[in-house]
């Protein structure tokens, strides 16, 4: 009777504890999707089996406001005088010699795109005594306030490319100009123009709009650029490999903009690594969650953990590509608690069964660049970087304590279907995939073999 009693009380221990797990790591949503997802500028997602849904996030309980890159700020006045250190006669003209301009950083002077680096130069003889980790990341000219988000939280220096054909550039100048006049940490920014050879950047009538250091009235745009009306393509890896070449640090995290770093994230991995410089093959990995709209980003594990026990926070793409985001070690990582510090939980490779993940890491200006031709609408922009990773048998060392987070809101599927979305993303998504397999064959021949990098 003693050892059916005890059977009785351990059978159902067991399930609690796997209930909680299961919570935590998916948050209140436990329906896997059934499709591979590509995602839209617009907010939707297109799908590999031809069907189309949107991205939908949660609406906020009543009063709650959706966030907002700069909502921090809201109400509070640009001052006259600037934290950045402008060039090119920015912000108020923009002119340059062509000898300014470079070519890209992997197809060099074939490249249909040019960039015009250092429009905005972090002040250099101050970054010295930061972090020296950059944080190297993109955006659209619709996107550039989020600079602000990163500025504020990231302690080291921050590397900016924005793609910024013809008047966009106006919009993005715009917004860095109230940036700069209004979050003070702006001194640690530098930015790059990448723009086509054939659209070179303007100033638009934009200026300096009256508005608050929210600046909602210049985050409103995205339907007026250039990009938009003439269905330019983002070339997303351009851009990342600017932003990364021309960082002043050997380390650099490659990141995108809306996702926020962790507090102390830079100083705290700098400790751990002891202020030595990088080992060849080795990078770290920074897992990445999302939480709802409404909720404010957390800055702790604690914090993050929290939302993820309530509910409101999930690891990145979970209800809509749940194998991108999924790192090895989500388990462990989720069920430690805070360190309050950051140090290696696991070293692991790109390899099967993990060969679509596609991991956001601290490495260094030498890592395999990304490839150039794909664009952001094609999708899989990473996956061959990773796929060269692997062959030349990079170790990742994924990170506790340490994590970014998406704003805004969690990502889920829908079912509306948009048929002019579909005609308008699926030759990209093609043309991604031809370049995928072109540049794949070419690493095989390239590199010995290693048939647990799969492609």
């Given at each position: 009777m003693r050892s059916l009693a005890r059977k009785l009380l351990v059978w159902p221990m067991l399930l609690l504890s796997l209930l909680v797990t299961v919570r935590l790591l998916f948050g209140r949503d436990f329906r896997l999707p059934t499709t591979t997802v590509l995602f839209r500028d617009d907010g939707g997602i297109s799908t590999l089996d031809g069907s189309h849904t949107n991205l939908q996030q949660d609406a906020g309980p009543s009063g709650l406001p959706v966030f907002a890159p700069g909502m921090y700020m809201a109400g509070r006045q640009p001052r006259n005088e600037s934290a950045c250190r402008w060039y090119h006669g920015l912000p108020d003209i923009l002119s340059y010699p062509s000898s300014r301009l470079r070519w890209s950083p992997e197809i060099g002077e074939k490249s249909p795109y040019r960039v015009l680096p250092f429009v905005l130069l972090g002040a250099v003889e101050?970054?010295?005594?930061?972090?020296?980790?950059?944080?190297?990341?993109?955006?659209?000219?619709?996107?550039?306030?989020?600079?602000?988000?990163?500025?504020?939280?990231?302690?080291?220096?921050?590397?900016?490319?924005?793609?910024?054909?013809?008047?966009?550039?106006?919009?993005?100048?715009?917004?860095?100009?109230?940036?700069?006049?209004?979050?003070?940490?702006?001194?640690?920014?530098?930015?790059?123009?990448?723009?086509?050879?054939?659209?070179?950047?303007?100033?638009?009538?934009?200026?300096?709009?009256?508005?608050?250091?929210?600046?909602?009235?210049?985050?409103?745009?995205?339907?007026?650029?250039?990009?938009?009306?003439?269905?330019?393509?983002?070339?997303?890896?351009?851009?990342?490999?600017?932003?990364?070449?021309?960082?002043?640090?050997?380390?650099?995290?490659?990141?995108?903009?809306?996702?926020?770093?962790?507090?102390?994230?830079?100083?705290?991995?700098?400790?751990?690594?002891?202020?030595?410089?990088?080992?060849?093959?080795?990078?770290?990995?920074?897992?990445?969650?999302?939480?709802?709209?409404?909720?404010?980003?957390?800055?702790?594990?604690?914090?993050?953990?929290?939302?993820?026990?309530?509910?409101?926070?999930?690891?990145?793409?979970?209800?809509?590509?749940?194998?991108?985001?999924?790192?090895?070690?989500?388990?462990?990582?989720?069920?430690?608690?805070?360190?309050?510090?950051?140090r290696p939980l696991i070293v692991t490779k790109r390899e099967y069964p993990h060969h679509r993940w596609e991991p956001v890491f601290i490495g260094t200006r030498d890592d395999p660049l990304y490839t150039e031709e794909m664009s952001w609408e094609g999708k899989q922009d990473k996956m061959a970087q990773m796929f060269e990773m692997c062959l030349l048998n990079y170790r990742l060392v994924v990170l506790d304590g340490a994590f970014l987070v998406h704003t805004p809101g969690i990502k889920r599927k829908t079912n509306k279907i948009n048929t002019a979305t579909q005609n308008f993303f699926r030759p990209h998504e093609k043309k991604n995939a031809r370049i995928y397999q072109r540049v794949i064959k070419h690493l095989i021949k390239r590199y010995p073999v290693n048939r647990r990098c799969a492609q």
């Open positions: 101050v970054t010295y005594s930061l972090p020296q980790v950059t944080l190297s990341t993109h955006a659209t000219a619709d996107q550039v306030y989020g600079i602000v988000e990163l500025a504020k939280r990231w302690e080291g220096p921050l590397s900016l490319a924005v793609f910024a054909p013809g008047l966009d550039a106006g919009l993005a100048v715009a917004q860095l100009d109230r940036a700069c006049r209004c979050e003070p940490a702006m001194y640690k920014v530098s930015v790059h123009l990448v723009f086509p050879a054939s659209r070179p950047p303007a100033l638009s009538a934009i200026g300096r709009t009256q508005g608050d250091c929210a600046a909602s009235d210049l985050q409103l745009r995205p339907a007026e650029t250039e990009r938009r009306k003439r269905q330019m393509t983002y070339p997303v890896n351009v851009a990342r490999n600017v932003a990364r070449t021309v960082a002043n640090t050997s380390r650099v995290l490659v990141s995108d903009i809306e996702l926020l770093p962790s507090a102390r994230l830079a100083s705290s991995f700098m400790e751990m690594v002891h202020q030595r410089p990088p080992k060849h093959g080795v990078v770290f990995v920074v897992p990445v969650f999302e939480i709802e709209s409404y909720e404010p980003p957390p800055d702790t594990k604690s914090e993050l953990l929290a939302a993820c026990r309530a509910g409101l926070a999930v690891y990145f793409h979970r209800f809509v590509c749940p194998h991108c985001q999924r790192f090895p070690g989500l388990t462990r990582w989720m069920v430690r608690s805070d360190p309050g510090r950051i």
